[in-house]
Structure formats: C-alpha cells, structure tokens
C-alpha cells in the first residue's frame, strides 16, 4: 500500500473511531477531533474543563477504541515520583528488581495534574518529553504509542500547584470542554439515566497507531503554508519584525518554536484526517488555537480590556 492508499484508509479509520466514540460521547465534536489530530500526531493533550463535562469518560472510550493500554492516575497532594514511575524493591533473593509504575502503558490519563507537587508533575515531565523514566539512577523505555492526556479543573485553584510554563509547553493541545448545548443534555440525561450499557469495539491498534503517525510527518507541506504558520508564531513575540500590533499591546510572552512544529504537524493530520494529501493554511487556522492558547501570556491590560486569548488569536489569524 502506498502513501496515498494509506492516506485514504487514515480517513476511513478516523470516521469510524468517531462513529465508536460518539456511541458514548454526545456532541464535543471539535474536542473529540482535537485529542485524536494530537494522538496522531504523536503529541499531548491538556482537557481543561469544569467537573461532570465528562472528560475522564472521554478519555476512557477513546482508550476503548483505540484497543491500546490504558491507565488513570489521580493526581493529589502527596502523590510521590515513584507513584508513577515505578520503584526497586528486594525480591525473595535479596535482589533490587524495579516494578513498573502506572506510567507503563500507551495511553495515561493524569487526573486533575495541577493538583500533585512539582516533584511529581517533573517525573511526569521527562515521561512527556523523552518517552522514558528514570528510576534509581537507571532508564527506562515506555512502551509505544504513549500519549498523556491531562485534566484540569479551571475553576479551584486553591491547594493547586499551577503547571510551570515548561511543562505546559509539552502538550501538544490545551482542549477546552465546555458545556453540552440543551439538545445534547438531553440525550446524555436521556441516556445515563437509563440501564442500558453501550460497548465501544477497538477500530485502530497500537501497531498502526504508530505507523499512522509515521504518515503524516511524511506528508508533504507547500512553502507558503510552512511560511504562514512560522509567521503565526512570530506574529506573538514582541522582539520580531512580524509582530502584531496586538501582542504590543496584550503579550507579555509569546509562543516558542515548538509552537510552530506543533501548528506544520497538527495542520498535516488535520489534512489527513479531512481526506486530503497536503496541508492548506485553512488546516493551520483549524489548530492554531488550541496550540497557541497556553503558549501565550497576557498581561494586565488585556484582561482590563476584556482581551480573552481567543479574541487575541482570532485576531493574529
């Protein structure tokens, strides 16, 4: 099967896996597409939501469809390192032998990740970043595909240890959950209030999750849409020639190069997925915000003016 062939079959795959996961998941179409473009792009996602928007069960079904390894980790106070990294304990023949932790598996939902000590969100860190832990001086490998889905509630903050501008760097997408609209409440109170139980069937393995992802950093980008999402980027930062009138007047930091890797990778699955063989800009506004929304940071002035981050991003758009 060649590229193209393979293209077309990444569509296919994707229209069912939404067909599985909307059995369970009722509306929250641009969040379901947002956590499955950065899955395929082999990134991670942030789901910022108020409790009962159902962002564990999202994560659960998407598990489910995907037929992969599947953990969830209650981030608290006095989770330690080694909680989710494994540890080294002494067997029966007084040996150190290292039992895994719960990070060892393809997919980890990280529970309210605000809530656990820097300590802990670090080990998570070198997770996220190098696909790899270290436990006692010694590496280890995580399996393959691993991705990090994390929740945050927005509104407590209090007890909470606010996630570093480094590590929120790290993820891929920063996906709001917002509330249900009316039709869709009705149906998910319809449907939760009821004995029925629903099975979510795998459509996509681990083995083609990864050979997906492999396809789309081979997909081909034309010049003029590298240069547009290069162009994005630097429209945020205050010290370059491309800079927004905007961002002068709202931004205290702009987003970094990762921003812009992740906008060239996210605009190639969001073409793939959509059926197509290369990225338009239209595929680069498609994910632009949940790429620029924590890579951003205003300032007083722009919360004064009642300047929200979309209204600014719409705006650089």
Same mark, same amino acid.
């Given at each position: 099967?060649?590229?193209?062939?393979?293209?077309?079959?990444?569509?296919?795959?994707?229209?069912?896996?939404?067909?599985?996961?909307?059995?369970?998941?009722?509306?929250?179409?641009?969040?379901?597409?947002?956590?499955?473009?950065?899955? *395929?792009?082999?990134?991670? #996602?942030?789901?910022?939501?108020?409790?009962?928007?159902?962002?564990?069960?999202?994560?659960?079904? +998407?598990?489910?469809?995907?037929? +992969?390894?599947?953990?969830?980790?209650?981030?608290?106070?006095?989770?330690?390192?080694?909680?989710?990294?494994?540890?080294?304990?002494?067997?029966?023949?007084?040996? *150190?032998?290292?039992?895994?932790?719960?990070?060892?598996?393809?997919?980890?939902?990280?529970?309210?990740?605000?809530?656990?000590?820097?300590?802990?969100?670090?080990?998570?860190?070198?997770?996220?970043?190098?696909?790899?832990?270290?436990?006692?001086?010694?590496?280890?490998?995580?399996?393959?595909? *691993?991705?990090?889905?994390?929740?945050?509630?927005?509104?407590?903050?209090?007890?909470?240890?606010?996630?570093?501008?480094?590590?929120?760097?790290? *993820?891929?997408?920063?996906?709001?959950?917002?509330?249900?609209?009316?039709?869709?409440?009705?149906?998910?109170?319809?449907?939760?209030?009821?004995?029925?139980?629903?099975?979510?069937?795998?459509? +996509?393995?681990?083995?083609?999750?990864?050979?997906?992802?492999?396809?789309?950093?081979?997909?081909?980008?034309?010049?003029?849409?590298?240069?547009?999402?290069?162009?994005?980027?630097?429209?945020?930062?205050?010290?370059?020639?491309?800079?927004?009138?905007?961002?002068?007047?709202?931004?205290?930091?702009?987003?970094?190069?990762?921003?812009?890797?992740?906008?060239?990778?996210?605009?190639? #699955?969001?073409?793939?997925?959509?059926?197509?063989?290369?990225?338009?800009?239209?595929?680069?506004?498609?994910?632009?915000?949940?790429?620029?929304?924590?890579?951003?940071?205003?300032?007083?002035?722009?919360?004064?003016?009642?300047?929200?981050?979309?209204?600014? +991003?719409?705006?650089?758009?």
């Amino acid at each position: 099967m060649n590229d193209s062939e393979k293209l077309l079959a990444l569509s296919a795959s994707y229209k069912e896996l939404k067909a599985e996961i909307h059995k369970v998941i009722i509306g929250q179409e641009g969040v379901v597409d947002q956590v499955l473009i950065s899955m *395929f792009s082999g990134g991670h #996602c942030l789901l910022i939501g108020v409790p009962g928007l159902a962002k564990t069960l999202l994560v659960n079904t +998407i598990s489910s469809a995907l037929g +992969i390894g599947f953990n969830r980790i209650q981030f608290t106070p006095d989770l330690m390192p080694s909680d989710i990294v494994g540890s080294e304990i002494l067997d029966e023949s007084r040996n *150190f032998k290292f039992i895994q932790g719960p990070l060892f598996t393809n997919m980890v939902l990280a529970d309210e990740i605000n809530r656990t000590p820097p300590k802990t969100q670090s080990a998570l860190l070198e997770a996220m970043q190098e696909r790899r832990v270290t436990a006692a001086g010694t590496s280890y490998v995580l399996p393959k595909p *691993f991705f990090v889905l994390a929740t945050q509630n927005p509104i407590e903050q209090e007890g909470t240890y606010p996630l570093p501008e480094a590590q929120l760097d790290r *993820f891929m997408f920063n996906v709001w959950v917002d509330y249900p609209v009316y039709e869709d409440e009705l149906i998910i109170v319809k449907a939760t209030t009821s004995d029925s139980t629903i099975t979510v069937n795998p459509v +996509i393995s681990g083995a083609e999750i990864l050979d997906y992802q492999s396809l789309i950093r081979r997909i081909p980008v034309a010049d003029n849409v590298l240069e547009y999402a290069v162009k994005l980027v630097a429209k945020t930062r205050i010290n370059s020639p491309y800079v927004h009138e905007l961002t002068k007047k709202y931004i205290t930091w702009g987003a970094g190069p990762r921003a812009s890797q992740y906008l060239v990778l996210g605009a190639k #699955c969001h073409a793939a997925l959509n059926g197509k063989f290369s990225p338009d800009i239209e595929d680069v506004k498609a994910v632009a915000a949940p790429i620029l929304r924590h890579r951003l940071v205003r300032n007083y002035k722009a919360e004064a003016d009642g300047f929200s981050m979309e209204k600014i +991003i719409a705006a650089l758009l």
